[in-house]
Every structure is written in structure tokens, then in C-alpha cells.
């Protein structure tokens, strides 16, 4: 009913930067918050950012002044603005989508994209 897919990952080298973006598409009516997550090889997968429809944003300590999320709701696209990025950004990244309305009124949770990969790297 609801597909994600991000685009935008690829290599890059310490101190650059890389543009994710994330396309819901579906018969979605809206989507409370959009986020994106990483995991890292041996690692959990975090919280990375998170925006509400309203544009309440959440970061993690780590990415803070240097990450930026933004999401365009008539598109259903969520986007990460990645600067300054450092090696230990290197992860898969992924996007989410949570409490989403259908066009049958009915609310779907916790929605996954497939990943893309974000190396930093010299």
C-alpha cells in the first residue's frame, strides 16, 4: 500500500557533503512524521533525524550542525541535507514513515525504505 524509496547515497569524502531524499508513494492522504535511521556495520540502527507534518524536528547529538531534515508534505518526500560528514557516518541509511492515512482513512505504522549506502571516506 506504501512504498518508500530513498536516493542520494554514494561515496564521498571526509568533510563533503551528500543529499538523501525519500519518496513516499501509495494512496497516502498524509503522513505524521518521516524520518531517517542508519545502521552501521556491527551496530543497531538510530535515530538519526525525524520531522513531523508540522515541522518539529529531532536530531541526534552526533549529526547536529551538521545534518539538516526537511520534507516537502504535497510530495510526501522527506529530505537529509548531510555536511561536514565525518567516516563514522559511514552506514546504511534509511528512511521511515509512521502513522500514515490512507485514501481509505485508515492509519499504517512504521514504514521502511530498502537503504542507501553512505560511505565517507578518504
Known amino acids: 500500500q506504501v512504498h518508500l524509496v530513498e536516493s542520494g547515497g554514494g561515496l564521498v569524502q571526509p568533510g563533503g557533503s551528500l543529499r538523501l531524499s525519500c519518496a513516499a508513494s501509495?494512496?497516502?492522504?498524509?503522513?505524521?512524521?518521516m524520518g531517517w535511521y542508519r545502521q552501521a556495520p556491527g551496530k543497531q540502527r538510530e535515530l538519526v533525524a525525524a520531522i513531523t507534518s508540522g515541522g518539529s524536528t529531532n536530531y541526534a547529538d552526533s549529526v547536529k550542525g551538521r545534518f539538516t531534515i526537511s520534507r516537502d508534505n504535497a510530495k510526501n518526500t522527506v529530505y537529509l541535507q548531510m555536511n561536514s560528514l565525518k567516516p563514522e557516518d559511514t552506514a546504511v541509511y534509511y528512511c521511515?514513515?509512521?502513522?500514515?492515512?490512507?485514501?481509505?482513512?485508515?492509519?499504517?505504522?512504521?514504514?521502511w525504505g530498502q537503504g542507501t549506502q553512505v560511505t565517507v571516506t578518504s
Open positions: 521511515n514513515a509512521d502513522r500514515i492515512i490512507i485514501a481509505t482513512m485508515a492509519l499504517l505504522y512504521d514504514y
Open positions: 501509495g494512496s497516502i492522504f498524509s503522513i505524521n512524521a
